[in-house]
């Protein structure tokens, strides 16, 4: 799989701003299974494990575009917590990259969409160079 997220990425980074456009790339998050599924024009391209909202804390169920996009960001809310490559998507909402591996699989954020550092760079990457106004972002109950 990860040959061909790279392989898709140098393709689409080779395209021309109308090509890159005409694609559409979505991330489905299913709360139920803690996976975010990564469809790139109808195909899904990975599935990764993800932790979401734990107990009192909520991850809003909806779609939803990227509204802005920092490859290095600390949490203000809680104690400076690295977020990294995060994907804001719903105010504070994020899909991010996030240390505490062991824990994905699971609920066990405080509302974001934690991914592994790895696969949120990926993830960043994808949403970049497709764009963010050609990304939807579906969180599935």
């Known amino acids: 799989m990860t040959r061909i997220?790279?392989?898709?990425i140098m393709i689409l980074a080779g395209l021309g701003t109308s090509a890159a456009a005409a694609k559409t790339l979505v991330a489905e998050i299913d709360l139920s299974?803690?996976?975010?599924?990564v469809v790139y024009k109808g195909e899904a391209l990975a599935r990764w494990k993800?932790?979401?909202?734990?107990?009192g804390f909520r991850t809003p169920p909806g779609t939803f575009r990227?509204?802005?996009m920092y490859r290095e960001y600390f949490s203000r809310q809680y104690d400076g917590a690295p977020m990294p490559n995060?994907?804001?998507y719903d105010a504070g909402y994020a899909i991010h990259g996030s240390y505490e591996t062991s824990s994905l699989?699971?609920?066990?954020?405080?509302g974001c969409i934690?991914?592994?550092?790895?696969?949120?760079?990926?993830?960043?990457?994808l949403v970049v160079t497709?764009?963010?106004e050609n990304t939807a972002i579906r969180v599935l109950p």
């Open 86 to 88: 995060s994907v804001f």
């Open 66 to 68: 990227p509204q802005r």
């Open 105 to 110: 699989g699971r609920p066990a954020s405080h």
């Open 33 to 37: 299974s803690q996976q975010l599924t």
């Open 50 to 55: 993800v932790s979401t909202g734990r107990a």
């Open 5 to 8: 997220f790279f392989a898709i």
């Open 130 to 132: 497709v764009g963010a």
């Open 114 to 125: 934690r991914l592994s550092p790895a696969n949120a760079e990926k993830f960043f990457d």
